[in-house]
């Protein structure tokens, strides 16, 4: 019995239908984790309704977030020869299948050193990614009612910075590899028909920083700004209404009521709070942000 083979295993029917779907072109990935802080594997259950795809990015626990990648330029996704044990007489013996690649490009605004250092730390977390065609479709494993993300070999993953030139711009180079025991023959897509969205038009959430965090057991101050910009002026998060903001108080549990919230100037913001929701002195009280397509929070112990 060849290496791979099932021993019940027989040749299998050839047969087709007269239309079948196919991948075309890779145009991006959401990257998932594989599984969840409660330890269940992260995946599209294919017997219940499928879920609305919006909630997948905003989802509050980063552990079973979807997070989408821009589009990328020049994709390739060569798979390597596969290996062989030759003897001197010519015979050949299967060893194992070769591994599968991916590398991609990133232009211009999709490719600053803000979004590699993000990329960077996709290494330290077991991870897989959906892979988004031209045509909208998502593609990832089918197993058991599932749809799951494809593993990806992590201490493979590659983002690289590269400077514009006279003739180029700025980019950001991608490579890695499949996970080296991934079988190819359980991917499956779900089409933009069936899902009720082009995949290609997901967006990631968008980090805010809380700057200048300061907090009494009447209310909060801070500067709010993305992580985008220059080394002076990062982009402001302003024009801020009290329901973009949610404050907990960590020590008790308890939410927090916002009375009112005043922003001057542009995206710094002062938020006042009363009785019976306010802290005592020394809580913790920890501050987030709620708005749809961003995500963000901070900690401060009350004086």
């Known amino acids: 019995m060849a290496a791979g083979c099932e021993c019940s295993a027989g040749l299998s029917n050839t047969g087709k239908p007269g239309c079948v779907s196919i991948f075309s072109v890779t145009s991006s990935m959401i990257q998932v984790p594989l599984f969840g802080n409660d330890g269940i594997k992260n995946g599209i259950n294919l017997n219940a309704a499928l879920p609305v795809w919006d909630d997948l990015i905003n989802e509050a626990d980063p552990s079973k977030r979807w997070f989408p990648l821009p589009t990328f330029e020049n994709v390739e996704l060569p798979k390597a020869d596969s290996q062989f ?70 201490p ?53 920083n809380f700057l200048s965090l300061a907090g009494t057991v009447t209310g909060l101050s801070f500067s709010a700004k993305l992580s985008y910009g220059t080394a002076l002026n990062k982009v402001i998060f302003g024009g801020a209404l009290a329901a973009d903001f949610a404050i907990t108080n960590v020590t008790t549990g308890l939410p927090i009521a916002i009375d009112s919230l005043s922003e001057a100037p542009e995206g710094t913001y002062s938020i006042v709070y009363s009785s019976p929701d306010q802290p005592v002195i020394s809580d913790v009280v920890k501050i987030e942000i709620s708005k749809i397509g961003y995500d963000g929070e901070a900690e401060l112990i009350t004086a």
């Open 85 to 154: 044990e030759e003897a001197n007489s010519g015979r050949m013996v299967f060893l194992r299948q070769g591994k599968r690649s991916f590398s991609g490009e990133l232009w211009a605004e999709d490719s600053t050193t803000t979004f590699l250092g993000k990329l960077r730390n996709s290494r330290c977390v077991d991870f897989g990614i959906y892979i988004i065609d031209v045509n909208g479709n998502l593609i990832g494993s089918e197993v058991d009612g599932y749809l799951y993300p494809i593993p990806v070999d992590n």
């Open 156 to 208: 493979s993953w590659d983002p690289r910075f590269m400077f514009a030139t006279d003739s180029t711009t700025q980019k950001i180079m991608l490579g890695f590899d499949f996970d080296r025991l991934f079988d190819e023959s359980t991917m499956y897509q779900i089409s933009p028909e069936e899902a009720g969205i082009n995949f290609n038009s997901l967006k990631g959430l968008i980090d805010v």
